[in-house]
């Protein structure tokens, strides 16, 4: 046997450790802790990546976006995204181990209706190209870390309270900036919704007016769409023209230069490198007049000019200088932003969220979603208990605003706030949702708000109605759940987040630790 | 004709009699909204919130005439009467509103001078105000009313149960609390004091020299009317320390503080346990920042005793529990927080002797909720008010509203 596997002392007289000692030692640190981790569990074939594992904690999820339920089990995370769930998961050799034992780990709650860390007032000048992400100050650590704390994990924000359209909302995700565990806005979606504002206590001639106002924008998005598809058509035309032309100068050419072929002295004339010229000169003057993307390309296909005025040339060219002189590019209509969104409205790409609080408001919102088909949120909604079957007929969601009135009724908005509102919705066939409303610091109110939505009968669990619920309302599948293969923003809570004193321990976000508890137990 | 008028007169006089006598027991005592209330009955099957603010199972409350008599083991044999509570439920002492300003007719606070201490806020009152019964459907039985605290010396305020009969308040303190203030709300130009320093001088000159002009001055001295004093900043704190030492005992704190250093909150804390304070904080809303609602636990855990304000009637029926449940939350332990609107607020008002817990010989204001009261989705199912039910949650939703509700969906 080698002498050096041998030797009392693992160095050589120089003190350099021996190859082969090394080797030996790599080997037994590696056996070692893979049979830590094999005494735990069964063997993984992934014992060489990290990730993160909450161990033994009561899973908290509502996939039927109704009911809650719960499951003892483990969340491994790995690459921003829940790896495995359950009562049965494999934990990577590498991977951080929380325990979770006591705990209960939830879906990073979503706010449905939030005005967090929006740092404009709002105008009252409404703009429809207006966007809440603009007013988002993403660096505002102190209302995000309030929201962190309250378990909110994403937000949609509106835009500023001006009366009518009053811009585009935005979906946000309080993620991780890059790989530091700080959490600043992640926008989700630029423009998730048209904000519209119907506003509450409007005298009746101001009600009028902004209705009508309202319908004029529209009127005037359809008429634009008209122009623009106006304009396509006769673009589209032009084309073919512009190819035909094209195709006969082409042959006209052919038929030269057989003639050519056949005997002439004409020169074969270089139709398409000096034909070329003058067309493409006069397409690049015209691109720069209007350097519009919207505008077609100029096509590449010119009207052929023979230079030497041949014969069968020149009587081929001139009825297509003739042709030439007639065609004419249609003109684009100009640029309008503020209609470009009226019509991803009026095509339903994007939904319609209306604030209207009336009755009467609020069958004014559902008329124009039936003229204009929109598609229809309703939020605020303080009487829709009194409309709830016109409300049902259009299957229009509605996310309510506030839930009960103060003792002192002089407010003329909310005195007219039923407060078995949720019953009298979901009797009628109304889905009911709650956000936290439009107070800055308000995600503390979110579950709440949902849990007395729940009392009074919305029907929905109040789990349920902050996860899976919301996220179905703004139609994103990759956040409100825990399961495999979805985005790894959930809340570790030192109990059940429905007990008054429970309180949010850690939150992860994208598989990032971005908020720790610090301070000390109570 | 004539001779037929005796008969007359005494035909009309026996339906008198009969009528007055017919009548005669409904003025005993307020009726009951559903069946009649035995005089003594006991309370059973729920979980029942004591005088420290945990939650016990397995207890029977019994009541005789209005007051609680004992409480006993739910499977002591031969209790009187038993009433079975809905399982899952919550007995609780009635809440009590602090600081509120409900049924507050027009003005109910002096402008001209800044020390009145025999104003009354029971004068400026409506006992008909539609406040009192939407506060009892929320649980809270009794509520300490006071003039708007900007004098130095406000006036008294009262408590009065929030079940009102025949336009009647059923008080429960009449003589105070003496509401004292110190900050910016007190100074004002066109009258004095128009700086702190002679709002200083004022306070201390009134607490010198007012009991020889004002009877309710003389019996606060005296110790037998309970004061409040309203302070907006720290060295309000600070001066009621010092104004109200001395062998006057330290009025309950009303404090609205914005303090963002932990040890500036504790080193309070510890100064106002020292001197046996109770504090009533909020009410705390979502908008509240964190340091402001902190101060509810670190108080209690110094040894204050923390009573908790609803903001009433500015705010809603839930913003008394919502309060506590966002204290809750920064800290506050869920018996504390019971405590806080229950006998720490007895205790505040100068009432505790009547009302705030569950204790033999209290009058038997009580409420039966669906859950934890700290759960802002538990709701009242019934209220009883010198024990006879006078919420009851079926009435509530009456199966008449219900179809109302339905009629309008319908027909609409």
Redo the contacts between chains.
């Keep these: 046997m080698p002498d050096v596997l041998f030797t009392p002392y693992p160095f050589r007289g120089d003190c350099q450790p021996a190859r082969s000692t090394l080797l030996l030692l790599a080997l037994g640190a590696t056996l070692f802790l893979t049979s830590t981790k094999l005494t735990a569990q069964p063997f993984s074939t992934s014992w060489l990546s990290g990730g993160v594992l909450i161990r033994d904690a009561t899973i908290l999820t509502a996939p039927d976006q109704q009911h809650a339920q719960t499951e003892l089990g483990s969340v491994l995370i790995d690459d921003g995204k829940i790896k495995s769930i359950g009562s049965a998961v494999n934990a990577p050799v590498f991977a951080r181990v929380i325990d979770g034992k006591g705990k209960f780990v939830a879906p990073g709650f979503i706010d449905i209706d939030s005005t967090l860390a929006m740092t404009t007032t709002g105008s009252s000048v409404a703009q429809l190209t207006a966007r809440a992400e603009d007013g988002f100050d993403r660096f505002d650590r102190d209302a995000l870390v309030g929201a962190l704390k309250s378990g909110v994990t994403c937000v949609y924000l509106r835009p500023g309270p001006a009366l009518g359209f009053a811009g585009l909302g935005a979906l946000v995700r309080l993620a991780a900036e890059g790989s530091t565990s700080v959490a600043i806005g992640q926008v989700l979606q630029t423009e998730a919704d048209l904000f519209l504002n119907l506003g509450a206590t409007q005298r009746p001639i101001a009600r009028v007016q902004l209705i009508a106002a309202v319908r004029k924008q529209l009127d005037e998005a359809r008429d634009y769409r008209r122009q623009l598809d106006l304009y396509q058509e006769e673009l589209t035309e032009y084309e073919q023209q512009l190819a035909k032309r094209a195709a006969e100068a082409k042959t006209a050419g052919d038929a030269n230069v057989e003639k050519k072929v056949a005997g002439t002295d004409a020169p074969i004339a270089p139709l398409v490198a000096t034909d070329l010229r003058p067309a493409q000169d006069a397409a690049s003057a015209q691109d720069l007049q209007n350097p519009n993307p919207m505008q077609a390309p100029p096509s590449p296909v010119p009207s052929p000019t023979p230079p030497d005025g041949s014969g069968a040339g020149a009587a081929a060219a001139a009825p297509a200088k003739d042709a030439k002189a007639e065609l004419k590019k249609p003109t684009q209509p100009p640029r309008r932003e503020d209609l470009r969104i009226l019509l991803r409205a009026l095509d339903r790409e994007i939904p319609v969220r209306c604030e209207a609080h009336r009755s009467s408001d609020i069958l004014n919102a559902l008329e124009l979603a039936d003229r204009y088909g929109l598609r229809l949120i309703l939020t605020g909604a303080t009487e829709a208990h009194l409309v709830a079957k016109e409300i049902a007929a259009r299957e229009v969601p509605v996310v309510l605003g506030p839930l009960e009135a103060p003792l002192d009724m002089t407010d003329e908005l909310l005195r007219r706030v039923a407060d078995n509102a949720p019953a009298l919705l979901r009797a009628a066939g109304v889905a009911v949702w709650v956000g936290s409303g439009a107070e800055p610091f308000s995600s503390r109110a979110l579950l709440g708000r949902a849990a007395m939505a729940e009392a009074r009968g919305s029907g929905v669990e109040s789990i349920a109605m902050v996860t899976s619920a919301a996220a179905a309302l703004l139609g994103v599948d990759s956040v409100g759940d825990l399961r495999v293969g979805a985005r790894a923003d959930f809340v570790v809570w030192s109990g059940d987040p429905r007990e008054p004193g429970a309180v949010v321990e850690r939150v992860f976000v994208g598989g990032i630790e971005v908020y720790v508890r610090t301070e000390t137990a109570f | 004709m004539l001779q037929r008028w005796p008969q007359v007169v005494r035909y009309v006089v026996s339906c008198a009699c009969i009528g007055g006598l017919l009548a005669a027991p409904l003025d005993a005592q307020p009726r009951d909204a559903s069946a009649a209330s035995p005089s003594v009955f006991t309370l059973v099957g729920a979980r029942v919130v004591k005088a420290d603010g945990e939650l016990y199972d397995g207890l029977a409350v019994v009541v005789d005439n209005g007051r609680i008599q004992r409480i006993e083991l739910a499977s002591t044999t031969g209790l009187p009467t038993p009433v079975e509570l809905p399982a899952g439920s919550v007995l609780c002492p009635g809440f009590i509103e602090l600081c509120s300003n ?1 049924g507050a007719k027009n003005q109910n606070f002096e402008l001209a001078s800044p020390i009145d201490a025999e104003a009354s806020a029971l004068d400026a009152s409506d006992p008909s105000s ?2 009192f019964a ?2 009892l459907a929320a649980g809270v039985t009794a509520a300490l009313v006071w003039p708007a605290p900007i004098n130095l010396v406000s006036g008294r305020a009262f408590v009065a149960r929030t079940h009102v009969t025949r336009d009647e308040f059923d008080c429960l303190r009449v003589d105070g609390p003496l509401v004292f203030s110190l900050g910016n709300q007190v100074l004002r130009m066109d009258r004095e004091p128009t700086s702190r320093g002679r709002a200083l001088a004022l306070l201390t000159e009134s607490l010198r020299t007012g009991g020889q002009q004002s009877p309710t001055f003389r019996d606060y001295l005296a110790g037998r009317v309970p004061a409040l004093f309203v302070a907006g900043d720290v060295v309000d704190v600070e001066s009621a320390l010092t104004l109200f030492g001395g062998g006057l005992s330290m009025p309950v704190l009303v404090a609205d503080l914005d303090v963002r250093a932990t040890t500036e909150r504790l080193r309070l804390g510890r100064e106002l346990a020292a001197r046996k304070a109770v504090a009533i904080l909020g009410p705390f ?3 509240t920042p ?1 340091n402001k609602v902190r101060i509810a ?1 670190e108080w209690d ?1 110094a040894g204050v005793r923390v009573a908790l304000a609803g903001g ?7 913003s008394l529990r ?1 309060s506590a ?2 204290a ?2 920064e ?1 506050l ?2 018996a504390a ?1 019971r405590r806080a609107l229950t006998v720490h607020a007895a205790v505040a008002g100068g009432v505790s002797h009547r009302i705030g817990a569950i204790g033999s010989g209290l009058d038997a204001d009580l409420v039966v909720w ?1 859950g ?1 009261p ?6 009242v199912l019934e209220v009883y008010s010198r024990g006879i039910r006078v919420v009851h949650r079926a009435a509530l ?1 009456t199966p008449q509203r219900a179809a109302t ?2 009629k ?3 027909e ?1």
């Design positions: 409900l539609a406040h939407k506060a809303t979502f908008a964190e636990g855990r009433w009637p500015a705010a809603t029926p839930t919502q449940s966002l809750v939350r800290g332990s869920l927080a669906s934890d700290l759960r802002l989705e538990s709701e939703r509700a339905k309008d969906i319908d609409l």
